[in-house]
């Protein structure tokens, strides 16, 4: 089945370093790819998406491009700040069936930025 | 702004008790889903629904129940609540149809402790 891979955490990094979290997945058919973050305390809230092959989804200063010939979506970021400290999860969302528009979920990545 | 509240933050039950979490949305979304978030495991899909009175199993339904009498309004219903469904539940919803580019809408989750 559909799966989402993405790198183990915690990270830590100092302020202004730059950040890659990897992820990739499987999939069958052209999924759309997204990127939530969740802040201490809080529910998930969408950071970028991308929906097909090529695409380059950016906010905040993050950015992540759909990759479809490595089935890869890494999220970076040039300069991280301490407000940035969250956890990260990849996600696809399904593309058939009854479960067409459902998202899988990596296991999430916690960032850390230190002052 | 779509906003996704549920009905509690926090929340002690013993074993056995039966539990009612409740999510509310207020932008009028045909899709409303439940996932529980455990350490190490993501996010996991519990139920979802696209329609009142419709409902669908994720990937883990069992020991959980859901009601959508309306369209606002999703519940989640452990029957006779044990220890191992100890978690933080999270509601979502997205606007309608099942399709795969929707951005999903997060609540802030109900952290529930069975003791």
């Known amino acids: 089945g559909d799966s989402v891979t993405q790198m183990e955490g915690p990270v830590t990094l100092s302020e202004e370093a730059c950040l890659t979290i990897n992820c990739t997945y499987t999939a069958t058919g052209y999924p759309s790819l997204f990127w939530y973050v969740q802040y201490p305390g809080e529910g998930l809230q969408l950071l970028l998406k991308a929906t097909k092959a090529d695409d380059k989804g950016s906010n905040k200063g993050f950015e992540a491009t759909y990759r479809k010939e490595t089935t890869s979506f890494h999220l970076e970021k040039g300069s991280v700040q301490v407000s940035d400290s969250a956890v990260y999860f990849c996600?696809?969302?399904?593309?058939?069936?009854?479960?067409?528009?459902?998202?899988?979920f990596g296991k999430g990545t916690k960032l850390s930025v230190k002052p | 702004d779509v906003k996704v509240t549920q009905s509690s933050r926090y929340l002690v039950k013993r074993t056995g008790e039966k539990v009612f979490l409740e999510c509310v949305q207020d932008?009028?979304?045909?899709?409303m889903f439940w996932y529980r978030q455990d350490p190490g495991l993501g996010l996991r899909l519990i139920y979802f629904?696209?329609?009142?009175?419709?409902?669908e199993k994720g990937d883990i339904p069992e020991g959980y129940s859901v009601s959508r009498e309306k369209k606002e309004r999703f519940s989640l219903i452990l029957e006779s609540a044990s220890t191992n469904q100890t978690s933080m539940y999270l509601c979502?919803?997205?606007?309608?149809?099942?399709?795969?580019?929707?951005?999903?809408?997060f609540g802030p989750g109900t952290r529930l402790t069975v003791l």
């Open positions: 996600a696809l969302s399904q593309t058939y069936g009854g479960s067409q528009g459902n998202l899988i």
């Open positions: 932008m009028d979304h045909e899709n």
């Open positions: 629904s696209y329609d009142v009175k419709m409902k």
């Open positions: 979502a919803s997205s606007l309608a149809g099942l399709v795969s580019t929707d951005t999903q809408y």
